[in-house]
């Protein structure tokens, strides 16, 4: 009950930031006592927030620390269902880990599953992700779509396009999507996106979509084997950005292309995501388990392969391979 109402004061503080909000109209709009409020508002100043007090005018938020606890988000949220539970750890293994865990515990569709540091973060393709602590989004959604399993490559696809659209948004950084889901900035990875699904007999029993970004990593502390690849918002931008904002963003354009993808189809979300993609038009080198395979990247077929026009003129699909120029 009383994270209920610090959220709800959170929010209010947040949506008047650098303008005062007397104490009335927060007991008015919180239905709790002045008393209560003073007992919430120490309890925000004690997890970073500077809030100014002044007799008669009331409170005013002068500074939001870089939180991605649950009230953080949930102040700053306007989806119908993506992020209404959102279990918060400061240091996990992997939040993959969290969710599957979630599901044994009874979670449901768009609970999110969230951490500040990861020690174990995984990356497609068994690698590793980097994920140090308070300077990322590390995090993971659960879905529970009622598709059979043979689409399921085009709930990822899916997803880069409602990450992108969150970073263009929120940002206004050019990023564009390297098939099938690797966002890129500049040509260096600043997101990446892990599916994992359980299901049995053609039916998906339920979805993780794991998401990894780098928001605020200086471009210098990255490891030696990433700092050519990979970038951050903030190396790219040279500012830095609130997490819980941008959290929130992601979570609103999820819940946007999900719905669209299961009222419509994957049509309208195959259009968006060539509209983002990087390399379309461009010779690249497929690595397929089968091998490499060479030619030139023409789009995204409806099952979500991507289609690669060989030299012999003829456009077969990519169903699993690392692509590169
Ligand atoms: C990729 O290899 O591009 C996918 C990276 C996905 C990383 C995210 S971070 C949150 C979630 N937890 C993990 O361990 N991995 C995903």
Same mark, same amino acid.
């Given at each position: 009950m009383g994270s209920e109402i610090r959220e709800h004061l959170l929010a209010l503080l947040i949506e008047h930031a650098d303008q005062f909000v007397s104490g009335e109209e927060i007991s008015r709009q919180l239905g709790c006592?002045?008393? +209560?409020?003073?007992?919430?508002?120490?309890?925000?100043?004690?997890?970073?927030?500077?809030?100014?007090?002044?007799?008669?005018?009331?409170?005013?938020? *002068?500074?939001?620390?870089?939180?991605?606890?649950?009230e953080e988000i949930k102040a700053l949220l306007?989806?119908? *269902?993506?992020?209404?539970?959102?279990?918060?750890?400061? %240091?996990?293994?992997?939040?993959?880990?969290?969710?599957?865990?979630?599901? *044994?515990?009874? +979670?449901? !569709?768009?609970?999110?599953?969230?951490?500040? !540091?990861?020690?174990?973060?995984?990356?497609?393709?068994?690698?590793?992700?980097?994920?140090?602590?308070?300077?990322?989004?590390?995090?993971?959604?659960?879905?529970?779509?009622?598709?059979?399993?043979?689409?399921?490559?085009?709930?990822?696809?899916? +997803? %880069?396009?409602?990450?992108?659209?969150?970073?263009?948004?929120?940002?206004?950084?050019?990023?564009?999507?390297?098939?099938?889901?690797?966002?890129?900035?500049?040509?260096?990875?600043?997101?990446?996106?892990?599916?994992?699904?359980?299901?049995?007999?053609?039916?998906?029993?339920?979805?993780?979509?794991?998401?990894?970004?780098?928001?605020?990593?200086?471009? +210098?502390?990255?490891?030696?084997d990433l700092k050519t690849i990979a970038t951050s918002l903030a190396a790219e931008s040279g500012r830095t950005y609130r997490r819980a904002k941008l959290i929130a963003a992601i979570l609103e354009e999820l819940e946007h292309v999900y719905d669209l993808y299961l009222t419509e189809g994957f049509e309208p979300i195959r259009h968006s995501w060539e509209s983002f993609a990087c390399m379309l038009g461009q010779s690249v080198t497929a690595h397929t388990p089968q091998g490499p395979r060479q030619g030139i990247a023409r789009g995204l077929h409806a099952s979500g392969a991507l289609l690669l026009e060989t030299d012999e003129g003829v456009v077969v699909p990519v169903y699993s391979a690392d692509i590169r120029q």
């Open positions: 006592t002045r008393t +209560a409020i003073w007992k919430h508002i120490d309890e925000l100043r004690k997890a970073g927030y500077e809030i100014e007090a002044r007799p008669k005018a009331g409170y005013c938020l *002068r500074y939001q620390p870089d939180r991605i606890a649950p306007s989806t119908r *269902r993506f992020g209404h539970a959102i279990h918060y750890v400061e %240091s996990v293994d992997s939040t993959q880990w969290l969710a599957h865990q979630g599901v *044994r515990s009874g +979670a449901k !569709e768009g609970a999110l599953f969230l951490a500040d !540091e990861q020690t174990q973060g995984r990356g497609r393709m068994g690698r590793k992700w980097h994920s140090p602590p308070r300077s990322g989004i590390w995090m993971s959604l659960l879905l529970q779509p009622q598709i059979p399993l043979n689409l399921a490559p085009q709930l990822t696809l899916m +997803a %880069s396009v409602g990450v992108t659209r969150a970073i263009r948004r929120e940002t206004g950084l050019p990023v564009t999507i390297k098939w099938p889901n690797d966002l890129l900035i500049d040509g260096k990875k600043v997101c990446g996106i892990l599916t994992e699904l359980r299901g049995e007999q053609d039916q998906i029993h339920y979805v993780v979509l794991g998401i990894g970004m780098n928001v605020n990593t200086p471009a +210098a502390s990255f490891p030696e």
